[in-house]
């Protein structure tokens, strides 16, 4: 039996469970003189059935689908003839892919030894006995968890307690999936990045000041040589992240101040909407509205003052960008302020000072630090941001800080490395891994500054 | 046994309230009900600080303050009390417009200030609030130190010209708010870690720097323990001899130790104004005598 299939009948078995659960638990009931006599709720004592049914269940039926290919692939390599057997990683993955080739049809099995053949059905076999096998299994868990359980409701067993304990290790479970998940991407990028260095020396890579990802196929080849040097990648993101940020910050937060402090009731409530419809645009179309409209613009109008521009810029792409971040300020602003008690503005207020004063004087001071915490989240997210940059600020790895030159980023560096066919070990390739860890790293530094000023402007009203 | 008797007794009183009640409304009808914009008792004065005539105050549709007249005398001390929600805070908060800044909020009436009106459209609000102080319920330090908390009023309204008479400014208001010896020596603290009892006084300091004529004060003791309350209390005295002072409270006893005359608000009307001991002895309304006796609120 396919495993998609096993869980609609474990979702049956689970409901079942619950049924009988519920129907036992009442029956016992009965005699008592009601389920007021009952430690906990019918409900809690089916619940808790239905967990015993369901869970392990699930969880055996996840450790098998987790082990059951390194498993049976072990065995099918441990059969093969000596003279077969791989004697490295490379060679073992090759002759798993020709096994598995010829067993899924792909390949024929006249051209393969007679080994591969063999092995190749002996792999179908193994394969369709293993979920022979899982479906038995977990129906059996499901069914003997879900008996026992139904056994062994009792009037005096706290279930209410006890699915309480469940729902709370589920939601632990739940919590430290996320985690998992940065932990293992984390992991992933560290190991390439790793390799990435032992090509380039790290060195060259956080101090060179140019950047040419192109390495030589040939020896002769020209014009190919392979810079690493990050400095140009990173100066162009800081450039368009301060243009972003030079936009966003006073026109998010004068908004959120005529927001929280000016707009009256239906003001707010027409605006707010409004300019949170911004941070629902996607990048993409950000993207494609800074390459066509603002870009050209930019340059046309460099051109009547003057000035050369170039037809990609990074003032066209930190504008765009900007105006991406603007919801972004004005909304965590908008709650910092909001969250500076009325006392204070009452306070002020009574003492004659007018309401730019109070603002000014008062209310902003208060509420500095979260409003800072607020801005160091819209800067990593300006450094992490891909599509408007891709679209508009180039690909030259220029090192300036001319806004209307075309700079390039990290993240748009990375877009480019990995796009395409490209092979993944060479050195042009590592280096987008090299390139995605400054980022996490930036970012990560970032976002703990922030959460730590964040934090330390709260403990100030509570 | 003592206990005993005690318990019994309670017990009575309870079982008979109930049946009583009805019957003492019934028996004086024309003394319980209040007439729209009458007031028992002296609301007017030769003197008068502010001049408040037929004021009526509504949050949307609902009215808050019924037709109220009164006079505050230069130099007194008027202490508004009443049941909670009886529009006694409403009415203080017209006195220097803090009501403006509730959208819903309409003032009608005539309300004068030395003769003028308060809510003429060409009136600087600012002047206004700089005149009349206010301090309120719950102290509300700005998070700044205790010398940038006094210096606020007097920086916006320009009243220093050099540092050292901003300093002079600072610490007279201090003394004046009986803070000056226990914070001459952390003028640079922040005034959030202050007790409460020394927040409300230092909100007090920092109201009188900017030299009103009038401070009102909205329940200023009510989150301060006695001890704080005691020493406000005193402050207040000493400060009647230079201000006008018109405070809102709850607690009776700080109504008749502090003011001079006691307005008693029933459901946004002005029912009685009297002399703070005539109030509290011989209460010319019904209402008023319910009120100050326990019987509600």
Avoid at chain 1, 116 to 142: D, F, K, P
Wanted: proline share 5%; hydrophobic share 50%; charged share 15%.
């Amino acid at each position: 039996m396919q495993p998609a299939n096993l869980i609609p009948l474990i979702v049956v078995l689970v409901v079942i469970a619950f049924a009988l659960g519920y129907a036992r638990s009442r029956a016992l009931a009965v005699p008592m003189g009601g389920i007021k006599h009952l430690k906990s709720l019918p409900f809690y004592y089916a619940a808790r059935a239905a967990m015993w049914c369901g869970l392990p269940a699930l969880l055996v039926l996840a450790c098998w689908l987790g082990f059951e290919g390194k498993v049976i692939q072990t065995l099918v390599v441990g059969s093969l003839p000596a003279e077969l057997q791989p004697d490295s990683a490379g060679k073992a993955s090759l002759i798993l892919s020709q096994i598995s080739n010829v067993a899924s049809g792909a390949l024929s099995a006249d051209v393969v030894p007679p080994a591969i053949a063999e092995a190749a059905s002996r792999l179908t076999g193994l394969q369709q006995s293993s979920q022979t096998m899982m479906a038995l299994l977990v129906i059996c868990i499901a069914v003997l968890g879900g008996f026992v359980a139904w056994l062994r409701i009792a009037p005096h067993i706290n279930a209410r307690e006890k699915f309480e304990t469940t729902l709370r290790r589920i939601f632990f479970a739940c919590a430290g999936l996320a985690i998992l998940t940065t932990v293992g991407i984390v992991f992933s990028v560290i190991f390439e990045t790793i390799r990435f260095f032992g090509k380039v020396p790290i060195t060259e890579f956080l101090f060179g000041t140019s950047w040419s990802p192109q390495t030589a196929i040939r020896a002769d080849q020209v014009g190919a040589e392979g810079a690493f040097g990050m400095i140009p990648l990173f100066v162009g993101t800081l450039l368009i992240s301060a243009i972003a940020m030079v936009v966003a910050v006073p026109v998010g937060l004068m908004s959120a101040i005529y927001l929280s402090e000016y707009a009256s009731p239906r003001m707010r409530g027409i605006i707010k909407p409004l300019l949170e419809m911004l941070a629902g645009v996607p990048t993409v179309v950000y993207g494609f509205f800074a390459a066509l409209t603002v870009a050209p613009f930019i340059s046309g109008l460099a051109a009547a003052l003057g000035l050369q521009a170039s037809a990609e810029s990074a003032l066209a792409a930190g504008l765009v960008m900007g105006i991406m971040i603007i919801p972004f300020v004005s909304s965590l602003s908008d709650d910092v302020i909001n969250a500076v008690p009325q006392s204070l503005r009452d306070g002020s207020l009574a003492l004659g000072a007018t309401q730019s004063e109070t603002m000014k004087k008062v209310i902003f001071p208060a509420a500095l630090p979260g409003i800072m915490g607020g801005i160091l989240l819209a800067v990593s997210r300006a450094i992490g941001e891909t599509m408007i940059v891709v679209m508009a600020a180039g690909l030259a790895a220029n090192l300036t800080a001319n806004p209307l030159e075309a700079v390039t980023t990290v993240t748009v560096q990375i877009v480019t490395l990995l796009v395409g066919d490209q092979e993944f070990d060479s050195a042009k390739t590592l280096a987008a891994f090299a390139l995605g860890m400054l980022l996490f790293v930036v970012t990560l530094a970032l976002n703990v500054i922030a959460l730590h000023v964040v934090r330390k402007y709260r403990e100030q009203y509570d | 046994m003592s206990t005993l008797n005690t318990s019994i007794s309670t017990e009575q009183t309870q079982r008979e309230a109930p049946e009583l009640a009805p019957a003492a409304v019934q028996d004086k009808p024309e003394e319980t009900a209040i007439e729209y914009g009458q007031t028992v008792g002296t609301p007017f004065a030769d003197d008068a600080k502010f001049r408040l005539r037929d004021v009526e105050v509504y949050y949307g549709e609902s009215q808050a303050i019924k037709g109220v007249s009164l006079d505050i005398a230069r130099n007194e001390v008027i202490a508004f009390i009443g049941p909670s929600g009886c529009g006694k805070s409403t009415f203080l908060r017209c006195l220097n417009r803090m009501n403006d800044s509730i959208d819903i909020c309409r003032v009608k009436g005539s309300l004068e200030l030395d003769g003028q009106d308060l809510y003429d459209p060409r009136r600087d609000v600012v002047e206004l609030r700089a005149r009349v102080g206010m301090v309120f319920q719950k102290p509300n330090p700005f998070p700044k130190s205790i010398y940038d908390n006094v210096a606020y009023g007097p920086r916006i309204h320009g009243l220093a010209n050099r540092k050292s008479e901003l300093d002079d400014i600072v610490e007279d208001s201090l003394r004046k708010a009986g803070l000056w010896n226990e914070v001459k020596d952390r003028l640079d603290a922040p005034a959030t870690g202050m007790s409460g009892g020394q927040q409300q006084r230092l909100c007090i300091a920092r109201t009188i720097a900017v030299s009103p004529e009038v401070v009102l004060m909205d329940e200023p003791c009510s989150a301060l323990d006695p001890i704080a309350t005691a020493k406000v209390e005193e402050l207040i005295a000493e400060l009647s001899e230079s201000y006008t002072i018109i405070i809102v409270t709850h607690s009776m006893q700080q109504a008749a130790r502090v003011s001079h005359r006691t307005a008693y608000f029933h459901l946004g009307n002005l029912v009685e104004v009297n002399a703070t001991d005539k109030v509290f002895t011989a209460p010319e309304h019904k209402l008023t005598e319910s009120y100050i006796t326990g019987r509600f609120g």
